[in-house]
């Protein structure tokens, strides 16, 4: 058995032999192709020479004094000869002298850079005799912003007396303070934002004394531009005034109670509210309780859309809020499990 593994080795390394000796003699036999060494290609040099030109001048200001560090800056334009720099500059010296040398023939834009003063531009043809350059006058001075006075403005909010709505907190509420000047004119101030406690009262630290409108929005709306439950002026203009402003919200508020055909109450149902132009903007969504009733608190006067979905029921309602009213709405009786 020994004998006939030795005999397969042997084979097998004989059979490896065979083809890489066999593999080394295609290769030789293969033809070797001639390639031709390329011809080297020499480029003529590009022709282009230093114009001959040269501009020379001073810079005074505004009154004909010489200014000195003024950069007169030349940009070529239109020029028929082969430029190797497009851009020529030169400072000038503390007798506002200037020179600028090489340029060639042709129509440049030229910019004086001055600290202080405005830039100049225009155009100048070269050759060119001497030139004097004149500045603009200075700039004026910069306007400051006027010192702005602040104090703190203290408030509560409050329902109208005719509205009762129990023990119901005022937390959360927000008073957005609009300055009644254009945030673009100068030195005017912007809007602030405060949240109330839970009887109404809010406080603004740093109120820039000015002319505000005082808009208060609901929980739910913190950081939007509507509803505005009340909009009043304001003006913030007496430093150290503090008395707490009163400020009465004008909303009133729905209530209803929603029962099937059999005079069972609907618990669950869902109601929507917006206001008839604003179809978009929706309140929050009230649901009823286990006694089918419903109330949505914090509407502004004005004509409202009041849809009920009850299971395939579908009902909608126009109603008309007025201020300080706690209003009822009836949908009379509901047949939440009706087949369309």
Same mark, same amino acid.
């Given at each position: ?82 430029? #190797? ?84 907190? #005022? ?82 508020? #729905? ?26 903007? #929706? ?58």
């Amino acid at each position: 058995m020994r004998r006939l593994h030795v005999i397969f080795a042997v084979v097998v390394l004989t059979a490896f032999l065979s083809a890489y000796v066999a593999e080394r003699s295609r290769s030789r036999e293969l033809p070797v192709r001639d390639f031709e060494t390329p011809r080297r290609v020499t480029l003529a040099a590009l022709q282009a020479t230093r114009g001959e030109h040269t501009l020379e001048g001073s810079v005074v200001d505004h009154r004909g004094r010489p200014v000195a560090g003024v950069t007169v800056h030349l940009r070529v334009l239109e020029s028929e000869e082969a430029v #190797l720099e497009p851009m020529f500059f030169d400072h000038s010296s503390d007798d506002g002298m200037f020179e600028i040398r090489h340029l060639p023939a042709g129509r440049f834009e030229v910019v004086l850079l001055s600290t202080g003063v405005p830039n100049r531009r225009f155009e100048l043809t070269v050759p060119a005799k001497e030139q004097r350059f004149v500045l603009g006058e200075p700039w004026g001075e910069l306007p400051a912003l006027p010192e702005i006075e602040r104090d703190t403005f203290v408030g509560r909010l409050s329902f109208p007396d005719e509205l009762l709505l129990g023990d119901r907190p #005022l937390e959360g509420y927000e008073v957005l303070l609009l300055p009644r000047d254009p945030e673009s004119t100068w030195g005017a101030v912007f809007a602030r934002r405060v949240l109330t406690d839970a009887e109404g009262r809010f406080v603004v630290d740093d109120l820039p004394v000015s002319g505000y409108d005082l808009h208060v929005l609901p929980p739910w709306a913190v950081g939007g531009s509507w509803p505005y439950l009340c909009t009043i002026p304001y003006d913030h203009r007496v430093a150290g005034d503090r008395d707490p402003k009163e400020v009465e919200l004008a909303v009133g508020a #729905l209530r209803g109670r929603l029962v099937d055909r059999d005079g069972n109450d609907v618990e669950g149902a869902l109601l929507q509210v917006h206001a008839k132009d604003r179809e978009r903007d #929706l309140w929050p969504a009230v649901a009823t309780d286990e006694f089918g009733r419903f109330q949505v608190h914090d509407l502004p006067p004005g004509v409202y859309v009041v849809r009920v979905f009850a299971g395939a029921e579908r009902r909608e309602r126009k109603v008309e809020v007025t201020d300080g009213e706690d209003q009822e709405v009836s949908f009379g009786p509901l047949d939440p499990r009706r087949e369309d």
